[in-house]
Nanobody, 128 residues
């Protein structure tokens, strides 16, 4: 059974930083594509950053490019999201998700519907 547990969320002022972590168990992380997604009430879940299996090719939403960095440590089964220069618009519930990577890796991997396994989420609140 694949399990994903997020941590690191919290409240921060605009311009600040947070680091989210996703601890995975139940599978070999190196074979899985991992992503971070976020959702606010009344809106669809959107892809923030994803990283491929293997060499770790990354894609980012345009809104976070240059501010967020996704990384993975396969030895520890851990995926992190470093979030810098946070904006009020970044306020959301953040989810970690994973899927077996069986198709070519493209920017469409930012699509939430492509992911089978999900964590419970961690809240990020950015205030002025």
């Amino acid at each position: 059974q694949v399990q994903l547990v997020e941590s690191g969320g919290g409240s921060v002022q605009a311009g600040g930083s947070l680091r989210l972590s996703c601890a995975a168990s139940g599978y070999t992380t190196s074979n899985m594509a991992i992503g971070w997604f976020r959702q606010t009430p009344g809106k669809e879940r959107e892809g923030v950053a994803v990283i491929s299996a293997g060499v770790g090719v990354t894609y980012y939403a345009d809104s976070v490019k240059g501010r967020f960095t996704i990384s993975r440590d396969n030895a520890k089964n851990l995926v992190s999201l470093q979030m810098n220069s946070l904006e009020i618009e970044d306020t959301a519930m953040y989810y970690c998700a994973a899927r077996v990577q069986t198709t070519s890796w493209t920017r469409t991997s930012l699509t939430a519907a492509m992911y089978k396994y999900w964590g419970q989420g961690t809240q990020v609140t950015v205030s002025s």
